[in-house]
């Protein structure tokens, strides 16, 4: 049984450029939450997509963008991006209905 | 909002040492309470969890009290090993508005453990 997968592990970008995350859940589960963690920091929730669509949105710009594909899969898009911006990218699933929520390994993203 | 304040860290013990963590939280409604686990480059792995007042989670040694009337919800476990040692965060579930099920987690900062042999 596979565990939330998370690709790419790591990711060097400049200033400016745009990055496309990706996240693949647990099998079964049907709901992809991203979280990004910031170094030394707890993660901070970024949105939530079931059924394809957004369902929940925590207090990120609109730089920051996503999409649930039919299989459940999600990536998550960042336009512009600033060296704030660096930090570990983390996806994590459930099946709706249940609130315990598994964690892939993130994304390390690096802005210079 | 909803949030979650852990010990400051970081933590240092010795082998054997008994390990308590502090969390206290700050939730509207009735969450569910999680204490999470990060080794050194990996992501996040579940520890316990409680879905109630006065709930016990409990995994690996670790215990911890969904406690209501002081908001708390303290990890512990009697007698710590070296491979104890990672980051970890105390966090709640917050359903968040309107919309039934968009359940979102809410974490503390995190509590780095350190276990000296």
């Known amino acids: 049984d596979a565990g939330v997968t998370q690709s790419p592990t790591h990711l060097i970008k400049t200033r400016g450029q745009q990055v496309t995350l990706r996240c693949s859940p647990k099998?079964?589960?049907?709901?992809v939450s991203w979280y990004q963690q910031a170094l030394g920091q707890g993660p901070q929730f970024i949105f939530q997509?079931?059924?394809?669509?957004?369902?929940q949105r925590g207090n990120f710009p609109d730089r920051f963008s996503g999409h649930q594909f039919p299989n459940y899969s999600s990536e998550l898009n960042v336009n512009a991006l600033l060296l704030g911006d660096s930090a570990l990218y983390l996806c994590?699933?459930?099946?709706?209905?249940?609130?315990?929520?598994?964690f892939g390994p993130g994304t390390r993203l690096t802005v210079l | 909002g909803n949030s979650v304040t852990q010990m400051e860290g970081p933590v240092t013990l010795s082998e054997e040492a008994f390990l308590t963590i502090n969390c206290t939280y700050t939730?509207?409604?009735?969450?569910?309470l999680f204490w999470y686990v990060q080794y050194p480059g990996e992501g996040l792995q579940l520890l316990l969890k409680?879905?109630?007042?006065?709930d016990k989670g409990s995994n690996k040694g670790f215990e911890a009290t969904y406690r209501k009337e002081t908001t708390s919800f303290h990890l512990e476990k009697g007698s710590v090993q070296v491979s104890d040692s990672a980051v970890y965060f105390c966090?709640?579930?917050?359903?968040?508005?309107?919309?039934?099920?968009?359940?979102?987690?809410?974490f503390g900062q995190g509590t780095r453990l350190t276990i000296n042999p």
């Open positions: 994590a699933s459930r099946l709706q209905g249940y609130n315990e929520q598994f």
């Open positions: 099998s079964g589960h049907d709901t």
């Open positions: 997509y079931y059924e394809e669509e957004e369902r």
């Open positions: 939730a509207t409604g009735y969450p569910s």
């Open positions: 409680a879905t109630k007042a006065d």
């Open positions: 966090a709640l579930s917050d359903l968040g508005p309107g919309v039934q099920g968009a359940q979102k987690l809410v």
